[in-house]
């Protein structure tokens, strides 16, 4: 890959997703406000959606939250607290590969069902079906990356990863050249998962936000109700 394209590619093109993920959302919420949920087709046909649904939600926070915190944690940090590159990197190919399975399972129920059944099928939209796909596409890569990580243990394309991902959201010049020499299944899955948050504000993904949302109810204050005779 040249060098033009690959600073396009990791240079550029996160700060485009994470614009148009920041604004859309924003604009959605305030032009769209009904198209803001979930679009449960629960009630169409319960069958496959509790299982697939709980393993793909369950799977797909814990992939989330371990590639946030896996990417923008210092390496001085978990070395302070006795943890190695190496012994990091398994932990992680550990717990991704279980949550990834477990993701992967789920997502396949999930898209089964949107495909096949029919009443479910007529009431999905194209963007419905295609960030499925999308999703599929980028857990299948992604679980792929694993072969290539456990042929380096001394998690030296971790490190690298880590680099990229930490001078992106700093804003530090020359983010790109750390992927520049990465295997190519590895820049794939950067490419197709920071996509997922350039699609994020035109499809049903939006919901997320609500979920995020919703955990300041945890310290909302309680609503007195009375009866009319009190």
């Known amino acids: ?29 305030d032009r769209e406000p009904y198209s803001w949920k979930s679009d449960s087709s629960e009630l169409l046909r319960r069958g496959q959606l509790r299982l697939g649904s709980n393993l793909f939600h369950f799977g797909i926070l814990v992939l989330f939250m371990g590639h946030l915190m896996g990417l923008l944690t210092p390496a001085e940090f978990y070395h302070a607290a006795g943890l190695s590159t190496s012994a990091k990197q398994l932990s992680a190919i550990v717990a991704g590969g279980t949550a990834g399975v477990m993701c992967l399972i789920g997502l396949a129920l999930l898209v089964h069902r949107r495909l096949v059944i029919k009443r479910v099928r007529a009431t999905s939209t194209r963007m419905d079906i295609f960030i499925l796909l999308w999703i599929l596409a980028t857990l299948l890569i992604g679980l792929a990356s694993i072969h290539f990580s456990l042929q380096h243990p001394d998690g030296s394309m971790m490190l690298l990863l880590a680099e990229w991902a930490q001078h992106v959201v700093t804003f530090r010049d020359g ?56």
């Not at 299944?185 to 950067?190: E, G, N, T, W």
């Not at 919703?214 to 009375?226: D, E, T």
Request: glycine share 8%; with cysteine; proline share 4%.
């Open 1 to 29: 890959m040249s060098a033009f394209f690959n600073n396009l590619l990791f240079g550029i093109y996160p700060y485009v997703c994470l614009v148009v993920f920041l604004l859309g959302s924003l604009v959605r919420y």
């Open 175 to 230: 983010a790109a050249a750390f992927v520049s020499a990465v295997p190519v299944v590895y820049r794939i899955h950067l490419f197709f998962g920071m996509t997922l948050f350039l699609l994020f504000p035109f499809s049903r993904l939006v919901h997320v936000w609500s979920g995020f949302a919703s955990v300041a109810y945890l310290g909302r204050a309680y609503r007195i109700v009375r009866s009319r005779g009190a």
